[in-house]
């Protein structure tokens, strides 16, 4: 009986507890909820009342949803902020030229550039219906006198080769995507452009070898002499046959190509390695302070990001002249002019050929060959 007791008492204990919890939750409830309980609650003394916030609006004075027209005109203006990273470049929220230069880009760059190739075929191809083939004008002589020796074609093909892939790779960069994607696809063009980027990164250190070869071999050869002026005055004998005006190892037109080549060349070496290495480079801001000092009013104070678009710019532009004078230059080399291409073949050019286009050149070989080989090498 006594463990029933017990048993019976506790019981009722815990039924007590549980109704007197449930009794202080409800009034611990009310005195939330309540509104009058609410007005109890007294702010602490020398506390200022903030004003109710209007719609819109975040406590603590904060801008909110509201603009700022002076704040968010900085910011589209480019204006630089603080940041806590390295990359200072990050303290630019709106790089406005970034606009301007894809603008140029595809606009202007894209448009003079495919002009200028077109022009440059639909030319050759008009001198060619015109002119024809130049032919060597006595025939071939049998007899061949050397021209280009092995270390020459070696830096003449390294640049040739190296910048042929250079340009077919920027080309399609700059005219793929309207051009090659509705051809071959998305994909395609993916996988197109991702081997192209390669070859064009690594290969632009063979060009530079090629470029700094050939100039060492040939520079002595290629400053202008009187002979030029004549060369240039009679057209270079391209235009009508049976013309032939003086020349040397190299001819005025040559000369032209080689100074394009080597100073193109070296500006596009120089912006390529600014974009193979961003940012670490501020080539633009030093040139126009030089020019500054001749009477030009240019920027000097250019951010690494706008150093960027102008190298890419550049380096556009610069591809294009060459890409149009190299084709010409390909032109003559090969179907425009009998023989010329053996120069850079064999190393070997037929005997009536350099007499008739480099006949002062030919006239210092046979010279130097003829004490050798006896009288008959000459004739």
Same mark, same amino acid.
């Given at each position: 009986?006594?463990?029933?007791?017990?048993?019976?008492?506790?019981?009722?204990?815990?039924?007590?507890?549980?109704?007197?919890?449930?009794?202080?939750?409800?009034?611990?409830?009310?005195?939330?909820?309540?509104?009058?309980?609410?007005?109890?609650?007294?702010?602490?003394?020398?506390?200022?009342?903030?004003?109710?916030?209007?719609?819109?609006?975040?406590?603590?004075?904060?801008?909110?949803?509201?603009?700022?027209?002076?704040?968010?005109?900085?910011?589209?203006?480019?204006?630089?902020?603080?940041?806590?990273?390295?990359?200072?470049?990050?303290?630019?929220?709106?790089?406005?030229?970034?606009?301007?230069?894809?603008?140029?880009?595809?606009?202007?760059?894209?448009?003079? !550039?495919? &002009?200028? +190739?077109?022009?440059?075929?639909?030319? =050759?191809? #008009?001198?060619? /219906?015109?002119?024809?083939?130049? @032919?060597?004008?006595?025939?071939?002589?049998?007899?061949?006198?050397?021209?280009?020796?092995?270390?020459?074609?070696? !830096?003449? &093909?390294? +640049?040739?080769?190296?910048?042929?892939? =250079?340009? #077919?790779?920027? /080309?399609?960069?700059?005219?793929? @995507?309207?051009?090659?994607?509705?051809?071959?696809?998305?994909?395609?063009?993916?996988?197109?452009?991702?081997?192209?980027?390669?070859?064009?990164?690594?290969?632009?250190?063979?060009?530079?070898?090629?470029?700094?070869?050939?100039?060492?071999?040939?520079?002595?050869?290629?400053?202008?002499?009187?002979?030029?002026?004549?060369?240039?005055?009679?057209?270079?004998?391209?235009?009508?046959?049976?013309?032939?005006?003086?020349?040397?190892?190299?001819?005025?037109?040559?000369?032209?190509?080689?100074?394009?080549?080597?100073?193109?060349?070296?500006?596009?070496?120089?912006?390529?390695?600014?974009?193979?290495?961003?940012?670490?480079?501020?080539?633009?801001?030093?040139?126009?302070?030089?020019?500054?000092?001749?009477?030009?009013?240019?920027?000097?104070?250019?951010?690494?990001?706008?150093?960027?678009?102008?190298?890419?710019?550049?380096?556009?532009?610069?591809?294009?002249?060459?890409?149009?004078?190299?084709?010409?230059?390909?032109?003559?080399?090969?179907?425009?002019?009998?023989?010329?291409?053996?120069?850079?073949?064999?190393?070997?050019?037929?005997?009536?050929?350099?007499?008739?286009?480099?006949?002062?050149?030919?006239?210092?070989?046979?010279?130097?060959?003829?004490?050798?080989?006896?009288?008959?090498?000459?004739?």
């Amino acid at each position: 009986m006594t463990g029933v007791y017990c048993g019976s008492g506790f019981s009722r204990a815990v039924r007590m507890a549980a109704r007197a919890g449930l009794a202080l939750l409800l009034l611990a409830t009310v005195a939330v909820f309540d509104p009058a309980a609410a007005q109890t609650v007294r702010p602490p003394a020398g506390a200022v009342e903030q004003a109710a916030p209007v719609a819109g609006e975040v406590p603590g004075g904060a801008l909110g949803s509201r603009s700022d027209s002076e704040l968010w005109r900085a910011i589209r203006q480019g204006e630089s902020f603080s940041v806590s990273i390295p990359d200072r470049n990050a303290a630019t929220l709106v790089q406005s030229e970034g606009a301007l230069w894809l603008n140029i880009r595809n606009g202007p760059v894209r448009e003079y !550039g495919a &002009w200028g +190739l077109g022009g440059i075929v639909a030319l =050759l191809l #008009l001198f060619y /219906l015109l002119r024809g083939r130049i @032919r060597i004008e006595h025939g071939k002589a049998g007899a061949t006198i050397s021209r280009f020796s092995a270390i020459e074609r070696f !830096g003449h &093909w390294l +640049l040739a080769v190296s910048f042929v892939i =250079l340009g #077919l790779t920027g /080309l399609i960069m700059l005219y793929g @995507r309207p051009l090659l994607i509705p051809v071959i696809g998305k994909e395609a063009f993916a996988s197109l452009t991702a081997v192209g980027k390669l070859l064009h990164n690594y290969l632009a250190f063979a060009f530079m070898a090629g470029l700094l070869i050939t100039f060492v071999m040939w520079v002595r050869h290629n400053f202008p002499s009187r002979h030029d002026l004549v060369w240039i005055a009679r057209g270079g004998g391209l235009l009508v046959k049976g013309v032939h005006p003086p020349s040397r190892k190299f001819n005025a037109g040559q000369k032209l190509v080689f100074w394009i080549v080597m100073l193109l060349g070296l500006s596009l070496s120089l912006s390529g390695i600014a974009l193979m290495f961003p940012f670490e480079f501020r080539m633009f801001s030093a040139t126009f302070e030089v020019m500054n000092l001749v009477g030009f009013d240019l920027p000097t104070s250019l951010t690494t990001m706008q150093e960027m678009q102008l190298s890419q710019l550049w380096h556009t532009v610069v591809a294009l002249v060459l890409v149009i004078a190299i084709i010409a230059h390909i032109y003559i080399g090969t179907l425009g002019m009998e023989g010329a291409f053996d120069a850079m073949g064999t190393g070997e050019v037929d005997l009536n050929w350099a007499r008739e286009h480099h006949n002062l050149w030919a006239a210092e070989v046979e010279a130097r060959r003829a004490p050798a080989d006896g009288p008959a090498a000459a004739e």
